[in-house]
């Protein structure tokens, strides 16, 4: 019998949906996302891409509350290792996010560093390692941002390591970590970005569990995933060849990340994030049952 996962809540989030965009024709609507989330047997979601969902609070509400949901986290991109000058237009964006996440009782703000390799054309937007400059600047705005998020919105922010961005493999991951401070800055370990990026999310919980604030569920194919890294694809069309799988095809096996990460004593989300964009409309539907089934065979 699985061990009772009880200080871990399981949700979704409308990338299990196929959806990447605020508005993409190729993307279910947003009702539909929010009648199938529940029907899977789902109770937390994320609000996904910034315009997806409504972005009034007071409709928002009324339509997860008929559905009995609830919201767990909201979602921002940011290049905060360009310097200083960043930050304006980082905060525009974090200001709309962060008062629609609060307004909805969420408590959580999840951060993804910009990519450096654009994820549709795979052009080369900047070098793939920070200098130390830029690891400055990064590891400061993303501590000012936690500081400022917590002070103007009373949420925490977590950051989240994924592919083709400057946090990604292990040797990152733990300098970005060793870089800033637990007081403003956590993590948010999404188990499939961590492991097509080659790191052990059940060490990772083992050594750093204080910074780890936040779990995206996910799991890649691993012979997809060494195709990918051999012909050096990016993101976007390795997504389309299914590098993220149902779990429990793929790697990492999540009973021992949901178990280690139960140790650690706290209560902690962990939100299934199957990348899928784009899909077929009646894709998402099935795989959802199933992974929340799988889930709970788990303890979760």
């Known amino acids: 019998m699985a061990v009772a996962l009880d200080r871990i809540r399981v949700g979704s989030a409308p990338d299990s949906w196929g959806v990447w965009f605020p508005d993409d024709p190729q993307q279910v609507p947003w009702q539909r996302f ?6 899977a047997g789902y109770s937390w979601i994320e ?3 910034y315009g997806y969902l409504p972005t009034d609070a007071a409709r928002l509400t009324d339509e997860v509350n008929r559905r009995n949901l609830k919201v767990s986290a909201g979602t921002i991109f940011c290049g905060l290792h360009r310097g200083p000058s960043e930050w304006d237009a980082t905060w525009e964006q974090v200001s709309r996010v962060a008062a629609l996440t609060r307004d909805m009782g969420a408590k959580h703000l999840v951060v993804i560093p910009s990519f450096w390799r654009d994820d549709k054309t795979a052009e080369i937007l900047e070098a793939p390692e920070l ?3 830029q690891w400055g600047h990064l590891t400061r705005g993303m501590e000012r941002l936690g500081r400022e998020v ?4 009373g949420l ?3 950051v989240h390591p994924h592919a083709d961005t400057h946090i990604d493999t292990e040797e990152h991951v733990e300098r970005f970590l060793d870089s800033t401070d637990s007081d403003l800055v956590n993590l948010c370990l999404d188990t499939g970005h961590y492991a097509y990026c080659g790191g052990d999310s059940v060490k990772l919980i083992e050594t750093y569990g204080e910074r780890i604030g936040y779990l995206h569920l996910k799991q890649v194919d691993p012979d997809v995933l060494a ?3 051999k012909n050096e694809i990016p993101f976007g069309p390795a997504v389309q060849r299914g590098v993220m799988c149902e779990p429990p095809a793929g790697v990492p096996e999540l009973g021992p990340v949901l178990t280690a990460a139960q140790k650690l004593g706290v209560d902690l989300f962990a939100i299934v994030e199957q990348d899928m964009y784009p899909c077929e409309p009646d894709k998402p539907l099935p795989i959802a049952v199933r992974t929340r089934r799988f889930l ?4 979760a």
């Open 156 to 158: 925490d922010i977590v």
């Open 296 to 299: 709970r065979s788990c303890g």
């Open 131 to 133: 200098t130390t400059e």
């Open 47 to 49: 609000l996904g891409p």
């Open 34 to 39: 929010l009648d199938e989330v529940a029907e």
């Open 227 to 229: 195709d990918v890294v």
């Open 150 to 153: 917590r002070d103007t919105y």
